[in-house]
């Protein structure tokens, strides 16, 4: 009995081994399929920029990044006016009263914000998918019937929230899952390279980071490399959480 007792203990010894480097191998495919996701994405998301085919969610990003410029008004005391978005990607919010130094900065780190919010939510449950596209689909769609006052933008606004809304009633929840991390990977880039290209790119341009240096007196470019130093800090800090979780 002893004889066959050690060989048991050591089978059992190696099936334990076996079985960590098994988990260990598939923890490292994973995570070597999460960055060539990644890049891959942004790979194509660089090549494709400029064309038609990411013009909706850039689009859909400055509308965000106005959106949060509302919120953080009225969240400090003030109101929504009205809303601006135009063929050219630019927008612009009328918010009075509030907070204008918060007001002002939650526009480039609103954006950020909910790109990092889509993502995280994107790595949960599936249930949560679904509910999620509903609420910013519905959230989107009020905000533009009420506040916004450009064609375009009152088009797309509705568009693209109804759009939200039907996917999350009717697509499958791995669909949704990509739709979130699509719409979560270009709102934290596109925070990023909008914030060099309005503020290092163009210093003259009436920027938030302009006004902000109106307010303050700090100088638009400050203000410009604070916010990109945030914005890739903070997507640093994403992307390690979600390469740790893959």
Known sequence: MKRTAVPRRRSS???SARTRREGLDESTKRRL?????????FVALWFLWGTPVVYPLKVFVVLLHEISHGIAAVASGGSIERILLDLNEGGACYCPGGNAFVTL???YLGSLAWGVLLLLIATGKPRRHRVTLMVVGVVLTIMTVLYVRTLFGIGFGVL????????SRRLAPPVNQAILTVLGLTSCL???LDIKSDIIDRPGLRSDAAMLHELTGVPTLVWGFLWIAVAILVAG??????YRQA
């Open 13 to 15: 010894t190696k099936m």
């Open 33 to 41: 399929r999460f960055l060539a996701g990644f890049a891959a994405y």
């Open 105 to 107: 900065t939650a526009g």
């Open 160 to 167: 693209a929230g109804l759009a939200l809304v039907g996917a």
């Open 190 to 192: 596109y925070a990023i």
């Open 237 to 242: 800090l994403l992307f390690r959480r979600l």
